[in-house]
């Protein structure tokens, strides 16, 4: 796999590199064999040849990392509506509270649409919740492929 990254060995752990866009990329096996980095290797460069790649730092993105970073970018702008924001994300905080960013699909959107709704919630104030996870996905997640919400 000359030219298509590498493996290397750091201690007892394996480690591979590869390159995409122009950045260097290094990332661990968690293993001690160099079998499983290998594979970690080709799912990597898979993922680069199909449009597909993530990178390890959005992986490891979670909801609250997502939060945080909306709440940051409403404070920095000092938006009158942080108050509102707040209320939305308890009710989405319900719901994808525990969960990594990548793990929050189209299908998981729409059975929270259909809970909220039959909670009784007004379809403006559902619509402004998905607003607010839409707007958490854009400012977060640069690479990954977003998952599509669609607004009543």
Known sequence: MRGMGRIYRRGT?????????????RESSHSERETVASKLLKKRLGEIGLGRFVGPDEEKITFDDMVSTILTDYRMNNRRSIRGIKLSIQHLRSWFGTDRALDISSDRVKKYLVERQE???ANSSINYELAVLKRMFRLTIKNAPQPEIKML
């Open 13 to 25: 752990t394996f480690w591979i590199q590869y390159s995409h866009r122009g950045r260097i990329f």
């Open 119 to 121: 909670e009784g919630a």
